[in-house]
């Protein structure tokens, strides 16, 4: 894009900001968008099975498994996409997770969650042990970021569909680690995205502000005594960047401001908002300066010393059938407290209660009970390894099997296709034929 189609007020006040930096901040609007694509640790070997194909991959700075890729050579329909190995994602979205620190065991919350980078992100962190709690307030969207969640093979999730207050009232001091990587005005998506321009205003700005202060007074609530939350936006407007620490750290002196030590970004600016604060430790991406479209992020520590809260949930009786499937057809057994909506059953995390709660997604959902027996889910193949399954079945031309075609195959029963030794789907072995089981909605 030209950078002469950005608002005037946009660039008077960037002017301000930049000083004789902001010709060359304007100038990076022209330049080419680069796709950033994340490695999924939670697939063994995923890196060099990515690189088989696209060969050396450059890194992103601020992300360990966070690289450059050209999107002609590897896209949404390859079969590494489909079997959960990447997720294409702006690099300069992949910061917020690398600066908060979560580690395994962790009860993670991610706020406003859509469309489930941060989220995945954050459950590969977690290494499957812990809790993340991915939220979206709107309901297309918390199917959008379950379905993200799903392709991924992340087990130990749960998406929910709830504003910050009803979730703060159910889950007060319980969550470790909080990403809000808030609503904002989108300057750092002109590009991307040019119908954001037409919806900017230095008012929507400021509208945008009053709403994450909102959003945070609710994350301060949720978030545990010594424990950590990362504030995040993609735009580069002061009054919603250091704007916003300013006012949460004078609200709230139990929290402080801790520094973010990664690699390629710039120090935040409190002078912008006339900061008492010293907000350097917080930082800021410029497309001018680095290799991203533009972020600001926070690190905010609650001070004290918080305990694990655990709230047991109820188990369905539709365990013992899942069970039953698993002990014939897996070498592996899952844990957590397997129960059930209906006819559709999940493994929820150990820890957690979702009473009274919207969830899309109830944490790994295992499959469903039809008739007095358990079909499994496309998620929990997504979710498992090629050496967990007692039957799988390699294939050479995933696009046939993403097309719903089926193959003469001797195997009997539930068999997991692989590509490249990743699960892509289950098929179903009966006279001579393996029937496709992969999802209707899915195929292409």
């Known amino acids: 894009m030209n950078s002469n189609d950005l608002p005037i007020e946009f660039r008077l006040r960037m002017q301000e900001m930049l000083k004789e930096a902001a010709n060359d901040f304007f100038d990076a609007f022209s330049a080419p968008e680069r796709i950033g694509i994340r490695i999924n640790t939670l697939k063994q070997g995923s890196l060099d099975a990515v690189k088989g194909i696209c060969g050396e991959l450059e890194p992103v700075l601020w992300c360990e498994n966070g690289y450059y890729a050209d999107k002609e050579i590897i896209s949404g329909k390859h079969p590494y996409h489909m079997a959960g190995l990447v997720y294409f994602q702006e690099p300069s979205a992949m910061a917020a997770v690398s600066a908060l620190g979560i580690k395994p065991g962790d009860f993670v919350l991610d706020l406003c969650a859509s469309p489930g980078g941060k989220a995945t992100q954050g459950a590969e962190k977690l290494c499957g042990k812990g809790i993340l709690v991915a939220n979206e307030i709107i309901e297309k969207r918390s199917k959008v970021l379950a379905e993200n969640i799903m392709r991924m093979g992340i087990k130990n999730a749960v998406v929910t569909n709830e504003s910050p207050s009803h979730l703060a009232q159910k889950y007060t001091e319980f969550f470790d680690k909080i990403i809000v990587d808030a609503p904002c005005s989108g300057e750092g998506m002109f590009k991307k995205n040019p119908a954001a ?24 609530r949720m978030l545990k005594c010594g424990g950590d939350m990362v504030y995040s936006t993609c735009t580069f407007a002061p009054c919603e960047n250091e704007g916003v620490i300013d006012w949460l750290l004078s609200t709230y002196p139990g929290l402080e401001l801790k520094k973010i030590e990664l690699r390629g970004l710039s120090n935040a600016n409190g002078e912008w908002v006339n900061s008492e604060f010293d907000l350097s430790g917080a930082k800021r991406i410029f497309p001018h300066l680095a290799k991203g479209e533009g972020h600001f992020l926070a690190l905010i520590h609650k001070k004290g010393h918080g305990e ?41 995390p150990q820890g957690i209660n979702i009473d009274g709660i919207k969830t899309p997604l109830a944490g790994l959902f295992l499959g469903t009970v039809k008739k007095g027996r358990f079909e499994p889910s496309h998620a929990l193949c997504l979710a498992l390894s090629k050496e967990d399954f007692k039957q799988t079945v390699e294939t050479e031309d995933a696009a046939k099997f993403f097309h719903g075609e089926t193959q003469k195959n001797a195997i009997r029963g539930w068999t997991a296709v692989t590509f490249g030794g990743y699960p892509i789907g289950w098929g179903k072995g009966a006279d001579g034929i393996l029937k496709n089981h992969f999802p209707k909605n899915l195929r292409f």
């Open 308 to 348: 694990n809260v655990y709230m047991p949930q109820k188990a369905s009786d539709y365990a013992k059938l899942y069970r039953e499937f698993e002990k014939e057809n897996l070498k592996t057994v899952l844990e957590g407290n397997i129960i059930s909506f209906g006819e559709r059953v999940y493994m929820l």
């Open 197 to 220: 321009i037409t919806e900017w205003s230095i008012e929507h700005t400021h509208s945008c502000a009053i709403r994450q202060k909102k959003i945070l007074a609710d994350s301060v």
